[in-house]
């Protein structure tokens, strides 16, 4: 459809629609303004001082202009006031000294409203004319306010016969003015231009490109005082006819365009719109009820666009240190200490710390005799942060029919004080709040976006900013759901260098993180590193002492059955090959393991030790995090007394129980007591550990 061609002596829009009714989504509200008529048409508004001014064919009794074959009139500018909290019901007529008996408008104002560019027929002093010549192009023309009287009309100097240039829009400071030309050099059809104001002048107008234009028509563009581009285009995928959209720039760059929600765009034509700065309300155009009409909205729920993945904060690293002293192991020992109230022996060590925070890292040798600080080995302090980001707290995977709990309150965003939470939960519901909840009636893979806003600054706008988060949901507990990734390479997140922390991670899909962090202490001395260990499974003679609602004890000797043993061994290698965020939890349950400090008394008591308490919250998190997780929480003990059984079955239990009283499900527990065969010359060595593992996800 090339409707804009036939502006010049037909009516701007075909009126062949049929009657759309108006309502309210969880987007937007929208209503007719109360002036439109049925029989004529209303388009194009634009700001001017308490109300907007827009195009119509409604007849006026001033003097007589040209018609179309229709009997329709051309079009003229018209203004209505702001009435209360809405338009007022009687337009009139801008200025009688800007009127022709050709087309004039659409227009825009800049200078505190002393200003207008306005498009019209380049040649406007014929008396007479042939109502099918195409050949008197538009053009834009500038006036100046003097009093209450409009200056005679100046030329926009890349006015042409040859070619149409028409449809202004002004930025806020006046130095940017966006137009519409069928020029040649352009995409096709229609396209958007900018020229820019350079020492009083309008430098020679620029294609904006083929991130804006296409090979369709691209009209009606409006700058907002924030510096978003609305169009019109029928050439971007949209519902039907024109639609519109939005665009920023971005490091000189214009970003992918933004289809506007319905009820703003329907499968009739849509367009000319115009906002407030931060696109909250507004006025648009479409033919939906059979003419061209002028609606208002007010954005009820912001959309959100080009959203962030969320970046997995690592607390968990491999410490050593290359320069460390070589010791007598018969009388001395290597001792790191984390500076969180944990104390790991070895030249290595794995940590995971509960949070972000500043900590003092210690690497000690220790004089077995005395249990004294032999030698301060290193020392160092480093601050460990949370990316700066939108974060969606929520499981990974879910039942169908199940209330899942989504939180915003891990958000980082310092600089920034937000002020509303937006959420979108990919079924085509939304909701609002820091702390919400929704249930799926479906399975499948769904796009959870967080969208936040920022209060408004000094000059009224806000910051908006969006995160999203793949969710899993499934229909029965035993379903695992497969994520899938597209076979191509995604953005890397460039290091950052605060101080002496580097960063660098590294999306492989959309759900998986693979963490690479080097933390260089400030000796040069000490080096944090993210471990990126080999999971092995251990298949040494163990008993296992079922400690669940099993009837009968089931008694296994691995070490019996060589050849089983290595089925199962590649069949559970195999398996996290194909799950590597099972592999991940994997390796933090090890790390938990070796770090979780206890006794049978204070376990069986569930008083559990300072260092103890942000292992478990950890743990509870995990789960917490992947409902399809089960864990199995076994006791390693070295006698084959029945006491110890007895007491290690009770304390892996009580951790048990720790867990299942903060939310998690029963059935996803399992507890085991393992028989530990130790080495000649051992048989006094505590060598009593507790392992958690994962089951199944």
């Not at 209303?42 to 119509?56: L, M, T």
């Not at 209360?84 to 200025?95: C, H, M, T, V």
């Not at 004319?129 to 209450?148: A, E, P, V, Y």
């Not at 998690?664 to 393992?674: G, I």
Request: with cysteine.
């Amino acid at each position: 459809m090339n409707k804009f061609f036939t502006i010049i002596l037909l009516v701007l829009f075909t009126l062949i629609s049929s009657f759309f009714a108006n309502g309210q989504t969880a987007n937007y509200e929208v209503n007719s303004t109360s002036f439109c008529s049925a029989q004529d048409d209303e388009y194009s508004s634009a700001y001017y001082k308490d109300g907007i001014v827009f195009c119509s064919n409604r007849r006026t009794d001033l003097f007589v202009t040209f018609s179309t074959p229709e009997d329709k009139e051309l079009f003229n500018m018209f203004y209505v006031p702001v009435q209360g909290d809405s338009l007022g019901k009687s337009p009139a007529i801008l200025a009688t000294e800007l009127m022709t008996n050709f087309n004039d408008g659409p227009a825009c104002f800049g200078s505190n409203d002393s200003v207008i560019i306005f498009s019209r027929n380049n040649e406007v002093n014929n008396k007479k004319r042939d109502s099918k010549d195409d050949k008197n192009t538009l053009g834009l023309f500038t006036s100046h306010l003097n009093g209450i009287v409009w200056s005679n009309p100046e030329p926009f100097e890349y006015n042409s016969l040859d070619h149409h240039v028409t449809m202004p829009s002004l930025s806020e400071d006046g130095s940017k003015l966006f137009f519409v030309s069928d020029m040649s050099g352009g995409f096709g059809g229609l396209d958007i231009y900018l020229c820019e104001k350079i020492n009083n002048t309008w430098s020679t107008p620029q294609n904006l490109g083929a991130e804006i234009n296409t090979n369709g028509d691209e009209s009606f563009p409006f700058i907002s005082a924030s510096g978003e581009l609305f169009f019109a285009s029928d050439g971007h995928k949209g519902l039907g006819g024109l639609d519109i959209f939005s665009s920023k720039m971005i490091d000189g760059e214009w970003q992918e365009v933004l289809h506007i929600n319905t009820p703003i765009n329907s499968k009739f034509d849509d367009f000319g719109l115009i906002t407030d700065r931060n696109f909250e309300k507004g006025y648009f155009s479409s033919n939906r009820n059979a003419s061209d009409d002028i609606f208002d909205f007010k954005t009820m729920f912001p959309q959100f666009t080009n959203c962030d993945t969320i970046k997995e904060n690592q607390y968990c690293f491999l410490f050593y240190d290359e320069y460390y002293t070589p010791v007598d192991t018969a009388t001395s020992y290597y001792e790191w200490f984390f500076g969180d109230g944990v104390k790991v022996k070895g030249k290595e060590a794995e940590h995971c710390y509960v949070g972000p925070g500043k900590y003092t890292v210690e690497l000690n040798i220790i004089d077995k005799r005395t249990g004294e600080v032999f030698m301060r080995q290193t020392n160092y302090e480093f601050e460990l942060l949370d990316f700066e980001q939108a974060y969606i707290s929520c499981v990974d995977e879910a039942l169908t029919k199940n209330q899942i709990n989504f939180e915003a309150s891990k958000t980082n965003l310092p600089s920034i004080n937000l002020e509303k939470y937006f959420w979108d939960f990919g079924d085509g519901i939304l909701d609002e709040g820091i702390s919400v909840s929704h249930s799926y009636d479906k399975a499948g893979v769904y796009n959870v976006v967080l969208g936040v806003l920022s209060e408004k600054d000094s000059l009224g706008n806000r910051k908006k900013i969006c995160v999203e988060k793949n969710l899993a949901v499934v229909k029965n507990p035993t379903a695992l759901m497969r994520m899938k990734s597209e076979n191509k390479p995604h953005n890397k997140n460039n290091p950052s260098t605060d101080g002496d922390f580097v960063v660098q991670q590294e999306l492989y899909d959309s759900f998986i993180i693979q963490p690479k962090l080097i933390h260089i202490a400030s000796d040069a001395r000490g080096i944090l590193k993210a471990f990126d260990l080999v999971f092995f499974e251990s298949f040494e003679k163990e008993k296992y002492f079922i400690n669940s609602n099993i009837e009968e004890s089931e008694e296994i000797d691995l070490n019996s059955n060589p050849a089983k043993a290595l089925a199962l061994e590649s069949l559970l290698n195999s398996s996290r090959k194909s799950n590597a965020k099972l592999h991940s939890i994997e390796k933090e349950l090890q790390v938990l393991s070796a770090q979780f400090q206890y006794s049978f008394i204070e376990v069986e008591k569930q008083s559990f030790s300072e260092s103890a308490t942000p292992i478990l919250n950890r743990l509870l998190e995990i789960l917490l995090s992947n409902a399809l997780l089960e864990l199995k929480i076994g006791y390693h003990v070295n006698t084959q007394s029945k006491q110890s059984f007895d007491r290690a079955g009770k304390a892996t239990q009580s951790i048990a129980d720790y867990l299942i009283e903060r939310g998690v499900e029963k059935f996803r527990l399992r507890t085991a007591v393992y028989e530990i065969t130790n080495q000649l010359g051992e048989e006094n060595k505590d060598t009593n550990s507790l392992e958690f593992k994962a089951i199944k996800e």
